[in-house]
């Protein structure tokens, strides 16, 4: 009932960027925060960044001089601007959302994109 689509993912070179974007659909009421997780092969899943509907927030410390999250409360998206990309950032990228729905009765869920491939060659 709640849709989470990403795009914007691919293949750039090292010191290049790319832009994600996340856009949730379906019966959404309204959504609390939104972010970003990554894994890479054989590591664990990390919190990239994260934005509560105030607009306040966190990146890991890896990230934080270099990606810049922003959301669209009255789109229900999120983007993550991703400038001076690193090999290391090399990803599955999901997007999640904590959706707040009201029917059948009021609940507060997360849902989550499907992912979304980054890959920075050196």
């Known amino acids: 009932q709640v849709q989470l689509v990403e795009s914007g993912g691919g293949l750039v070179q090292a010191g290049g960027s790319l832009r994600l974007s996340c856009a949730a659909s379906?019966?959404?009421?309204?959504?609390?925060?939104m972010g970003w997780y990554r894994q890479a092969p054989g590591k664990q899943r990390e919190l990239v960044a994260t934005?509560?509907?105030?607009?306040?927030?966190d990146y890991a410390d890896s990230v934080k001089d270099r990606f810049t999250i922003s959301r669209e409360n009255d789109k229900n998206t999120v983007s993550l601007q991703m400038n001076n990309l690193k090999p290391e950032d090399t990803a599955v990228y999901y997007c999640?959302?904590?959706?707040?729905?009201?029917?059948?009765?009021?609940?507060?869920?997360?849902?989550w994109g499907q992912g979304t491939q980054v890959t920075v060659s050196s």
């Open positions: 999640y959302a904590e959706v707040v729905r009201l029917r059948p009765v009021p609940k507060t869920e997360v849902y």
């Open positions: 379906g019966s959404i009421f309204s959504i609390n925060d």
């Open positions: 934005i509560n509907r105030g607009g306040s927030t």
